[in-house]
């Protein structure tokens, strides 16, 4: 039905636009009493083999919803009815911003593919704390984090602590977001010095913490081998919990979808089918430069069970979907999870 019917009705709009009308649906829909323990009935898969324990957590299956989907936390409660093991709300910012001028996401349905340069567009740290305050203890919910447009790198640690002191009491884990390509020079925050500083001072922070909570890194699928042994031993010297791979693409070889359709969108991070087999790779790499010592949650062209078993054997402990669940619907994290139970 989904692909049949309500796909083709929403593939219609503008992809902004219809990811907007999306949630204003699920909001409306959800706010009836009882449709959502009716939903969570329908679409979750329980089983004590899908439960996973990853950097002190316990999850109830491996399938979370990456950033993007969810930034201003407006929506996690609905959203955590279609089977997710977790949500990843976010990339916030300290200070809410309207991130890179319209149109700046794309459809490439040949390729089950997206593309956006969104820009860290969000409503700001404080404001997504306040519908955080009332969330659902059982959710388990990351909050990803990055630094304003505005803010210059020489300062970008100032902002990565003030979400992250903002955040701290209601969220279960941190992602650090300097992977994205649609912030300036953002992607610079990934060489060696400056990680490195980033990343021991939130570790810093935390350890300052009555109890400390899990801190990933998120990286992009365009780094160099060089720059993953880099990342292997910035993990291990700043102490942070593991890291999710990856972030959008900048490439753009590979896709079926014309080129010049391709060069008139313009620039921005591709996601979906063409980044899975990137991503897949960067993971295997990953895990085996750090002989396994860390957690890997992998995101990047997800559709089904076997994109997700291809993640796990790659050495990944979680995944998260996106792309996928715009193409595939809400029934695919049900699917996913049985594929993986069989």
Excluded: C, W
């Amino acid at each position: 039905m989904y692909k049949s019917i309500i796909r083709p009705i929403l593939f219609s709009f503008h992809p902004e636009k219809a990811h907007h009308l999306t949630f204003n649906i699920l909001r409306i829909l959800h706010s009836i009493p009882g449709v959502t323990p009716i939903v969570r009935s329908a679409f979750s898969v329980k089983d004590k083999s899908l439960e996973r324990e990853v950097f002190g957590i316990k999850f109830p299956n491996p399938v979370g919803l990456a950033a993007g989907f969810d930034k201003d936390a407006k929506l996690f409660g609905p959203l955590s009815a279609y089977g997710f093991g977790f949500i990843e709300i976010g990339t916030l910012t300290p200070v809410g911003q309207p991130g890179n001028p319209k149109p700046r996401m794309f459809r490439l349905p040949k390729d089950k593919g997206l593309i956006n340069r969104m820009g860290f567009n969000n409503q700001g740290v404080e404001n997504a704390v306040q519908r955080l305050k009332g969330r659902n203890p059982e959710y388990i919910i990351g909050g990803n984090i990055g630094k304003n447009k505005v803010t210059p790198n020489e300062e970008a640690t100032a902002d990565y602590i003030k979400s992250f002191e903002a955040l701290f009491d209601y969220v279960d884990y941190f992602v650090v977001n300097v992977s994205s390509p649609n912030t300036p020079n953002l992607r610079e925050l990934q060489d060696k010095k400056p990680l490195t500083e980033l990343l021991t001072t939130l570790e810093s922070k935390n350890a300052e913490k009555p109890t400390r909570k899990p801190i990933l890194l998120k990286i992009a699928p365009d780094i160099t081998d060089g720059q993953l042994e880099d990342i292997v031993a910035i993990v291990r010297q700043s102490g942070i919990d593991g890291v999710i791979a990856t972030n959008t693409t900048i490439d753009r070889s590979g896709l079926t979808t014309a080129k010049e359709e391709v060069e008139a969108i313009g620039a921005g991070g591709l996601s979906g089918a063409p980044v899975k087999d990137k991503s897949t790779d960067v993971i295997a790499k990953l895990s085996k430069l750090s002989n396994g010592e860390f957690p890997i949650i992998a995101v990047g062209g997800i559709f089904t069970a076997k994109d997700a078993r291809e993640k796990l054997d790659a050495g990944a402990s979680l995944v998260q979907v996106y792309t996928g669940f715009i193409y595939e619907g809400p029934a695919m994290v049900k699917r996913i999870l049985k594929g993986l139970r069989a």
